[in-house]
């Protein structure tokens, strides 16, 4: 009897455990690990920047997406696996920064939060479906596109109040960066890894370096990389100053590096060289979606990272002599060059 | 002799009617029914409509639409059982009510509206080519983008004045719904079913609720919640007052609930929920595109409800433990649980 | 010794005409012709009417983007018989002669014109694989994807300064054509062949259908027929004078005449009533997507030709009674009708 007890202990402690592993995988996946460490970085680093930002809430819509998107995953009995390894959670936890930051803190807002959060999973599984035929994946896409629904959709209802959106306009002339000191080169460059998350905090940004370091050493070294290339170029093409200080030129090609160098190629001469030129490639693609999203007043999420990232991985160019080309996984199993240090099979509960 | 005559006759008869039959079951199928009772209805409805607003010409311009599109289907040799189900029509008439409705009645638009409803057969035919490795139809999609590129094409174009289309704005303020009594709500919510066919009317709705139920209870039933959800959702939002009261919230979502409730899945529990789901999320996507249209000063059509659907369709998720998921086409035979009051084998008049 | 120097010298010689033929071959894929004596004209047509309208940088930049794109097939090892055909430079031809027209001569703009004309390369593989389940090809549609990112990042860098784009705005009124001199409407039919290449000189345009005749005459003959009926439908229609007499009406139309009368299908009187259908829509398309882009104020590029072309293509419609339809590649093998004067096998130096 006693035993019994214990066992059901240890069980329903276990099955706490997984799930907490769930939910923090779905925090790393973000940037493609599938590792609980990870996500404990990237969950930290987005506390610590949403404080130090006055925006708590951004950490507590974070916290909310996640889970409601790993719940969805489940009423709607989707593939187990798929939920083991975090990829129910990635783009929830996107949609619970991004709410926040860019609505105003009402009911309607929180609402619409859960249903968005809640729609990237059965969206990711449409899309994913779409894109089978082409053996790429929707990647962040599932966010990207479910939150321009809502951030669209609350410039018409007043139920969802705009807090922080620049305000619909056509290109027109725009106020380039003055000269800048180095130390605060350095800051952006940070900042261009924790805009993934929609944090501007250079804090945050070390501690996601840390947390992708633990993972993969080389998804770090190629997030620093990405982030370096994509402020180097914005500066000199002199692109808006404020968003070339906030990181925002450097999120979606920090994605963009990990993406090409680390997860679907081998990292190899070759593959450094096709994610380097995918780097400067989505930096054209963040400046071109900014502009053509500027009359809507709409950011471009990490829009231009899965563009950019497509426009490399459909032609589906061999590197590295490999017999066959699937980009639609990055699953262990298929993908056996990433299980490296801190990823390990399913089964256990790193 | 004689008895030949009249052989020839009876055919000539028969043929006749099989192509009125034909007719109909094209304006039925705008709203997935193949019935020529449902059609007569909505036919009604059309004209009813469009006379008490004044607006005749979009009546005989439905009707119009309706046979080019029909016709053109015998021209192109396409397949016949397709013909047969009404499913060269629907595009067709719906074109045919839109362009009377938005552009002035010059020569140059009735040229336009023969050749865009020519062109939704063919276009319907190459997206559902595209769409068929997902297992999903294009809806009236082809009527949507057709009628976008000679909308848009009107605002480049003096032979094609434009009459009645909102100015291309920037989205910014927005007047909301003041205090609305009971009875307008009810009119509101049958308008939400007759703006399928662009008729601003709620005994035009009336006449559709009556005719969808002809040949099939549940989707009355489920036009009916769409449209009441979708306005109760777009005044508690507060959405622009002028869009709800005119039920331009509630015709995608009137689409949306027949075809998750009752076309795709069989009427459910489960089911029902996932279309509940299916129309709150039409409404977001309802607004969004209003306000992504905005600068062009282009109506969304149908488009929200397509893009809706395909959401909910794509991921191809098991409700009802069906063992294999095509949601390609509505026809009798691949959904014998559409196969009910008013829905005969292709070969019958009904 | 001696000897084997001579073979050696013949060899290079060989390979250096080799790589003249597949550039030349690159000019003359852009108006779908496998012909060094079309690419040729062409190329003498670009550069005639780049030094008459004062722009002698477009030609060059032509040049440019021509070796650019050959050279990136190679460094990718992407199939050798696609080079061969000239398939790898006629995206990057365009790219080379959009970049000067729009932009300012910066270092920026050049460094810019060889990533774009490079990336067209890689992205007309990726986009190629995407229709190959629809049995359709990219087109053009390389070139105006990557050179829309690039334009609209002009927008948002002043690294890349913008020379020559009409200014973003919302779409309203416009001015109309006043009465044309019969004259000048032959300047305008010819500049609708030439500003395929963004080229503004009826001369070339001349060349250009001179160039084409020597490859397939049908060719011209559509080319002729494309750019005239556009130019009546644009006239009657009462389109925007300036773009008219430029001849802006024209270049798309012209290439969907040739492509559905002379490549995708047989000519023939019935493939001619589809092309004749095909180049009126194609006009509406144009006005169509010239309102779309006016926003942003960034050109259509030859999207419309590619919008158009894919419309009627993707039904997969059979005219004249072939077995199948594929409609993914204009090479010779799979479609010997093309093979008729000046179109040889790929093995010859023609």
New interface residues.
């Given amino acids: 009897m006693e035993q019994n007890n214990s066992i059901d202990n240890q069980r329903s402690e276990q099955t706490a455990l997984s799930i907490i592993g769930q939910l923090l995988r779905g925090a790393g996946q973000v940037m493609f690990q599938n590792s609980i460490w990870t996500g404990l970085f990237f969950l930290c680093a987005i506390f610590w920047g949403a404080f130090r930002e006055g925006e708590s809430v951004v950490a507590w819509g974070a916290l909310l997406g996640l889970v409601t998107s790993t719940v969805t995953g489940y009423i709607?009995?989707l593939p187990k696996t798929d939920g083991a390894q975090g990829l129910w959670g990635f783009n929830g936890i996107l949609v619970g920064c991004a709410f926040p930051t860019f609505l105003g803190e009402t009911p309607?807002m929180w609402i619409?939060l859960v249903?968005c959060a809640a729609?990237t999973v059965?969206?990711r599984?449409?899309?994913n479906?779409?894109m089978l035929?082409?053996k790429v994946n929707s990647f962040t896409f599932p966010f990207v596109f479910s939150t321009?629904?809502?951030l669209?959709?609350a410039?018409?209802?007043?139920?969802?109040p705009i807090e922080d959106m620049s305000?619909?306009?056509?290109?027109?002339h725009?106020t380039?960066l003055s000269t800048i000191p180095p130390l605060h080169l350095l800051e952006y460059w940070l900042k261009g890894v924790s805009q993934v998350f929609l944090i501007n905090s250079w804090e945050a940004g070390l501690l996601m370096l840390i947390g992708l370091a633990i993972s993969n050493r080389w998804a770090a070294v190629w997030a620093a990389i990405g982030s370096a290339i994509a402020l180097f170029c914005a500066v000199?093409?002199?692109?808006?100053g404020s968003d070339v200080s906030e990181g925002l030129y450097g999120f979606s090609p920090v994605l963009t590096a990990i993406a090409l160098a680390t997860v679907f190629y081998k990292p190899y001469w070759r593959s450094g060289l096709w994610a380097l030129?995918g780097i400067?490639?989505t930096v054209?693609?963040?400046?071109?979606?900014?502009?053509?999203m500027q009359?809507?007043?709409v950011p471009t999420l990490t829009g231009p990272f899965c563009v950019a990232t497509?426009?490399?991985?459909?032609?589906?160019?061999?590197l590295d002599y490999q017999t066959e080309i699937d980009h639609s996984t990055w699953d262990v199993e298929h993908k056996p060059h990433l299980a490296r240090k801190g990823r390990q099979p399913m089964s256990s509960t790193n």
């Fill in positions: 709607l009995r309607g619409a249903i729609m059965w969206v599984a449409g899309f479906n779409v035929p082409w321009w629904i809502f669209l959709s410039r018409a209802m007043q139920g969802i305000s619909p306009s056509l290109p027109s725009f380039s000199a093409l002199r692109a808006a030129t400067v490639v054209f693609v963040q400046a071109a979606m900014n502009i053509w009359p809507l007043g497509w426009l490399f991985l459909l032609p589906r160019i061999r």
